[in-house]
């Protein structure tokens, strides 16, 4: 239905009844038509009428334009302030004069608002077509709106539309009222889409643009496998199953952690289905991507242990504080946790939100070996100490000279072996070393060179800038291009073995999270300047 008849040449200005209802009704149908609300078609229509009056009246009037919604009458009206002295006749009326214009003024005082009516008029084809296209605009706006409306409320869910055409990589989809666009980025590798073909994808992200709202559509999010659990489980739909996390790696491999919240259920068992029902209905709209179901618990190194299937965990150390596993197994074993290019691993890391250290039992030996050894040294050289006092300490759970300062008497006494005057001595000499090692720290930062920018951002500590200004990492913008790998370490394959790649800051024992957030937060300030 078009606003059409009423606006288009030289139509003269509704004057017969047929005509006003005909104008209700127009609106009645266009509201209909673009499910929009017909009090926004009438006031697009008011505001039409009144941009064609003011090219008639002139453009210094303020016009408004009322249409009785009952019978369809147009009333045309200069929109007048009262004010004491009116100045300019065609904004300003004075309180006489109001009251003159309409008995129902009376009760108006100085600043109010007065309309006065306005002749109709015959539209010329220039005022017609203006106030046609001040309609069209504003019908335009509220149907964009309306679908803004009806889709930001699909965010977060899956939604299935026809394919249309693709441009540069990106899939554009027929949603039936509106198209959405599936990036490049966001299409499962290798997958094969072609103009007319039916998909399903997760509805990532409505936003507002220029030209009306944009839908962005992911087939290779991890919220599109689990809403598609959610439509092949029931167990899941009806809460009696709980979706912990996800991780994928789209058209390969895929991790999802479930927990039972009906005890009595097998959350493992009920995601697969009967002879594989239901997992391998999600596989085929993942283009075959393989995937593992791993059953949650509260101790994440049980997580750990099953999402690593299918290599057999022999032991699992956890830091809590740091959110760091050390996964101990077998050499045979080794291979199998890490995974192809490392995916195994990596798919795990991302559904435990833990750093995972793959490690043999005898690496894993070895390195507390070493751990012991440097920590005694580091008692013995620093605080003077003989060997057997030092192991003592390490033995007890003191890692750092710091750990010792900041510890009481008390604490150090319950160590048998040690007496009162001992760990009175002990914690002044922590003490002393803290203070010149300090010193010693900001006059090395000092002949180092670094920036003040960089040794100002908040996280990095002394230690950790002598460390940076050592490998010549002296300014912010330097440390900004570094990866969280470079500060923590990484294991890595070198002809055909695996290698363990030391990070700058990986004895200041760094998250993962902690070194990805410190980066950012450089690149942001780099960014900002």
């Given at each position: 239905?078009?606003?059409?008849?009423?606006?288009?040449?030289?139509?003269?200005?509704?004057?017969?009844?047929?005509?006003k209802?005909?104008?209700?009704?127009?609106a009645?149908?266009?509201?209909l038509e673009k499910?929009?609300?017909?009090?926004?078609?009438?006031?697009?229509?008011e505001?039409?009428?009144a941009?064609?009056a003011?090219?008639?009246f002139g453009?210094?009037?303020?016009?408004?334009?009322l249409?009785?919604?009952?019978n369809?009458?147009?009333?045309i009206y200069?929109?007048l302030?009262?004010?004491?002295?009116?100045?300019n006749?065609?904004?300003?009326i004075?309180?006489?004069q109001a009251?003159?214009?309409?008995?129902?003024?009376?009760d108006?005082?100085?600043?109010?608002?007065?309309?006065?009516?306005?002749?109709?008029?015959d539209?010329?084809r220039?005022a017609?077509q203006?106030?046609?296209?001040v309609?069209?605009?504003?019908v335009r706006?509220?149907e964009?709106?309306?679908q803004f409306?009806?889709?930001i409320?699909?965010?977060?869910?899956?939604?299935?539309?026809?394919?249309?055409?693709?441009?540069?990589?990106?899939?554009?989809?027929d949603?039936?009222?509106?198209?959405?666009?599936?990036?490049?980025?966001?299409i499962i590798?290798?997958e094969?889409?072609?103009?007319?073909?039916?998909?399903?994808?997760?509805?990532?992200?409505?936003?507002?643009?220029?030209?009306?709202?944009?839908i962005?559509?992911?087939r290779?999010h991890?919220?599109?496998?689990?809403?598609?659990f959610?439509?092949?489980v029931?167990?899941?739909?009806?809460?009696?199953?709980e979706?912990?996390?996800?991780?994928?790696?789209?058209?390969s491999?895929?991790?999802?952690?479930?927990?039972?919240i009906?005890?009595?259920l097998?959350?493992?068992?009920?995601?697969?289905?009967?002879?594989?029902s239901?997992?391998?209905?999600?596989?085929?709209?993942?283009?075959?991507?393989?995937?593992?179901?791993?059953?949650?618990?509260?101790d994440p190194?049980?997580?750990?242990a099953n999402?690593?299937?299918?290599a057999?965990v022999?032991?699992?150390?956890?830091d809590?504080?740091l959110k760091?596993l050390?996964?101990?197994?077998?050499?045979?074993?080794?291979?199998k946790?890490?995974?192809?290019?490392?995916?195994?691993?990596?798919?795990?890391?991302?559904?435990?939100?833990?750093?995972?250290?793959?490690?043999?039992?005898?690496?894993?030996?070895?390195?507390?070996q070493?751990?012991?050894?440097?920590?005694?040294?580091?008692?013995?050289?620093?605080?003077e100490?003989?060997?057997?006092l030092g192991?003592l300490l390490v033995?007890?759970g003191?890692?750092?000279i710091?750990?010792?300062?900041?510890?009481?008497?008390?604490?150090l006494?319950?160590?048998?072996?040690?007496?009162?005057?001992?760990?009175?001595?002990?914690?002044?000499?922590?003490?002393e070393?803290y203070?010149?090692?300090?010193l010693?720290?900001?006059?090395?930062?000092?002949?180092?060179g670094?920036?003040t920018?960089?040794?100002?951002?908040?996280?990095?500590t002394?230690?950790?800038?002598?460390?940076?200004?050592?490998?010549?990492i002296?300014?912010l913008s330097?440390?900004?291009?570094?990866?969280?790998?470079e500060?923590?370490?990484?294991?890595?394959?070198v002809k055909?073995?695996?290698?363990?790649?030391?990070?700058?800051?990986?004895?200041?024992?760094?998250?993962?999270k902690?070194?990805?957030?410190?980066?950012?937060s450089?690149?942001?300030?780099?960014?900002?300047?």
């Open positions: 239905m078009g606003l059409g008849p009423f606006f288009f040449g030289e139509h003269k200005m509704l004057n017969r009844r047929a005509d209802l005909e104008l209700l009704r127009i009645e149908a266009v509201a499910s929009i609300d017909k009090e926004l078609i009438i006031d697009s229509m505001s039409g009428i941009k064609a003011k090219s008639k453009s210094e009037n303020e016009i408004k334009v249409i009785n919604r009952d369809g009458d147009i009333g200069r929109k302030i009262i004010v004491e002295k009116p100045e006749s065609n904004l300003e004075g309180l006489e009251i003159e214009l309409n008995s129902s003024n009376k108006k005082k100085v600043g109010d608002e007065v309309l006065q009516p306005l002749p109709s008029f539209f010329g220039i017609a203006t106030a046609k296209q309609i069209s605009f504003n706006e509220a964009r709106e309306r409306q009806d889709f409320d699909k965010k977060d869910s899956i939604l299935s539309g026809i394919v249309k055409r693709l441009e540069f990589g990106n899939v554009i989809v949603l039936g009222k509106t198209e959405a666009i599936i990036q490049k980025n966001e590798p290798r094969n889409i072609k103009a007319g073909d039916r998909v399903k994808a997760y509805c990532l992200d409505v936003r507002r643009e220029p030209k009306g709202q944009q962005f559509l992911s290779a991890p919220k599109f496998m689990e809403k598609l959610f439509q092949e029931p167990e899941i739909y009806d809460g009696l199953i979706i912990k996390s996800s991780a994928r790696d789209p058209g491999r895929a991790k999802i952690c479930v927990k039972a009906d005890t009595s097998d959350p493992v068992g009920a995601c697969v289905g009967m002879r594989g239901r997992v391998q209905a999600v596989v085929n709209e993942l283009q075959g991507e393989k995937i593992d179901i791993v059953n949650w618990s509260e190194a049980i997580v750990a999402a690593l299937s299918p057999i022999q032991r699992v150390n956890v809590n504080d760091k050390d996964v101990i197994l077998t050499e045979e074993n080794l291979s946790a890490i995974g192809r290019r490392g995916q195994n691993v990596r798919l795990a890391t991302k559904l435990l939100n833990y750093e995972i250290n793959i490690m043999t039992d005898q690496e894993d030996s070895e390195k507390r070493i751990e012991f050894k440097e920590k005694t040294e580091n008692f013995v050289k620093n605080l100490l003989d060997e057997t192991q033995a007890e003191f890692s750092s710091d750990e010792i300062k900041d510890s009481s008497t008390e604490s006494t319950k160590i048998e072996g040690i007496e009162e005057d001992t760990a009175k001595e002990l914690i002044e000499r922590a003490e070393f203070q010149k090692d300090q010693e720290i900001n006059n090395k930062i000092k002949d180092l670094l920036e920018e960089l040794i100002n951002h908040k996280g990095l002394p230690g950790m800038l002598v460390t940076l200004g050592e490998q010549n002296l300014k330097d440390f900004a291009d570094l990866s969280s790998d500060l923590t370490g990484a294991y890595d394959i055909g073995e695996r290698v363990k790649i030391k990070g700058y800051l990986e004895d200041f024992a760094l998250s993962k902690e070194s990805d957030e410190l980066i950012m450089a690149r942001e300030k780099i960014y900002k300047d």
